[in-house]
């Protein structure tokens, strides 16, 4: 009997991924541009959020904070930008990121661990926002919609919510980076 070893590979990569996606930088339909020299501070304010459910109130008010505090240490890893903070006064060479906590939803481990295909799945929803610090114009959007690994078992239950914030940030990070940041010669 053969030993296929891309077997010991699959509990890392189930571990690793989530369903859902993040998108792509998705400019808006203003005729708004960036300046010619380009952004070199970024501004990430703390998000908003649009959820009701009191149960998880106190846990969305902290994801605010901690999506916000991610998307700032991921940007400062592309070494793209001579500043990026929390908080200032943006000027024009300033990027300014917010956005909203759209979804927030722990989901029940115990259905995702035992029952799976769906059932008490995790998610987390946001709209990251990118606008011009001199106008506060918009610039464009990235959308993150991310849930709990569908087929269930003990991957799944240990999907929360806050498990998809370093996985977004990350990618905000480098859509920002890759749109935004210092342009390398050739």
Not at 36 to 44: D, L
Not at 98 to 125: P, Q, T
Request: charged share 20%; proline share 3%.
């Amino acid at each position: 009997m053969k030993l296929h070893y891309s077997f010991l590979l699959l509990p890392v990569f189930a571990f690793l991924s989530s369903c859902g996606s993040v998108s792509k930088f998705s400019p808006s339909n203003a005729q708004t541009t960036a300046p010619a020299s380009g952004y070199t501070k970024v501004i990430v304010k703390n998000f908003t959020h649009s959820i009701s459910d009191v149960k998880v109130q106190s846990k969305v008010d902290l994801a605010q904070k901690t999506v916000a505090d991610n998307i700032a240490s991921e940007i400062i890893k592309t070494g793209q930008f001579t500043s990026v903070s929390r908080s200032g006064k943006p000027d024009a060479s300033t990027l300014v990121i917010g956005g909203n906590i759209d979804k927030y939803n722990d989901g029940n481990a115990a259905l995702r661990l035992v029952v799976g295909f769906g059932a008490g799945s995790s998610e987390f929803n946001a709209t990251a926002t990118f606008s011009d610090g001199k106008s506060g114009k918009s610039l464009g959007t990235i959308v993150a919609d991310k849930n709990s690994w569908a087929l269930g078992g003990g991957i799944a239950a240990t999907q929360d919510a806050d498990s998809f914030i370093p996985s977004v940030s990350k990618h905000i990070a480098k859509e920002t980076a890759a749109k935004f940041g210092k342009k390398t010669a050739p």
